[in-house]
């Protein structure tokens, strides 16, 4: 059973991190001298070298929409700490961690990942030695939802037709390769930007939303893996194959009180009838999954498209970017050295 690692007395006991104390814009974040998180028993204490940015981050900072409040706080923020994907150095570990330890390269998921040090358990896997910090940090969350909602809720199959509505993104582009990994074919459809784009990561047919209407088309989907929310489950049943399913991941964030959800509820009531699914699909992070995505990570399988890059300084003007931008792909913040 490993040990574990105490720091020097006379180590510094504090870092830097991106906070914030109440919902608001990217005006709000400060960066901050705050205490180093404590060393749990089951945890590893990572010194953090990149961190990613998702919409739930944006989601996080601004309050909004209402109904997650129940997690994030009616009022303000439980935690002052922002960011949630996170790659590093393993630092220290608690007594009853026995698959790591220091000098470990790791990535996973933890809130506060904008910050020079984070106590991680659950949610993290040892980093490839061929990928960067950068696209390993840029991977737990986005490669989490692409490959839960395609495999398990989506249960794609080989040579099934898969389309990927908001195929750019965080999300999307993780969505493209991991449905090619399964044995699809794949349709991405996305702005005219991002064409490209899709067809580097894979997509065998691309739509361009602004010249062209996939619920117009000729093909027919089996499955439709709903990252934009931005048509209704009437436009896109026209679409689906007999037994088709609808995974839902995201919708249009311009209602603050539901967000998403709204979108969401009216595709999964629209499909209470008939053969066609739509399905709810959240990531939960788990070891497992991070270690199979440190696999295809490796193997060159996925590959993060990384959009714009930010020191850890610049954390604001990062999330805003995230927020209030179109991000072809992540946005990743350097931490560290």
Request: proline share 6%; net charge neutral.
């Amino acid at each position: 059973m490993a040990m574990a690692m105490a720091l020097a007395p006379d180590e510094a006991t504090t870092m830097r991190a991106a906070c914030r104390t109440r919902y608001g814009s990217p005006e709000t974040i400060e960066l901050t001298e705050v205490e180093r998180p404590p060393l749990t028993d089951d945890g590893v204490l990572v010194r953090v070298r990149a961190a990613a940015l998702n919409r739930l981050d944006w989601y996080w900072l601004t309050g909004a929409p209402w109904i997650a409040r129940p997690d994030v706080g009616f009022f303000r923020p439980k935690s002052p700490l922002l960011g949630v994907d996170f790659a590093g150095t393993v630092e220290a570990v608690g007594p009853e961690v026995e698959d790591f330890k220091p000098g470990d390269e790791v990535f996973g998921e933890r809130q506060g990942s904008l910050a020079e040090y984070l106590c991680a358990s659950a949610a993290v896997a040892l980093k490839p030695a061929n990928v960067s910090f950068e696209q390993a940090a840029a991977t737990p969350l986005g490669g989490l939802t692409a490959l839960q909602g395609l495999r398990d809720k989506g249960n794609v199959q080989p040579g099934q037709q898969v389309l990927i509505q908001g195929a750019s993104g965080g999300v999307g582009t993780f969505a493209v390769q991991i449905a090619k990994w399964l044995g699809a074919e794949v349709t991405a459809v996305c702005s005219t930007p991002n064409v490209e784009q899709a067809r580097s990561l894979g997509a065998d047919h691309v739509i361009d939303y602004t010249r062209d209407d996939f619920t117009r088309g000729e093909r027919r989907y089996d499955v439709v893996f709903d990252n934009a929310g931005t048509r209704s489950w009437k436009d896109t049943r026209r679409v689906l194959a007999p037994d088709a399913k609808v995974v839902l991941i995201g919708g249009p964030k311009t209602n603050r009180v539901l967000g998403p959800v709204g979108h969401m509820v009216a595709a999964r009531l629209g499909s209470l009838r008939g053969d066609r699914q739509a399905v709810f699909s959240l990531a939960k992070p788990n070891r497992e999954d991070l270690n199979l995505l440190a696999e295809l990570l490796a193997s060159g399988t996925i590959v993060p498209a990384i959009d714009r890059r930010f020191e850890l300084a610049d954390a604001a003007e990062a999330l805003r970017y995230q927020g209030e931008g179109r991000p072809q792909g992540k946005v990743v913040v350097t931490v560290g050295g």
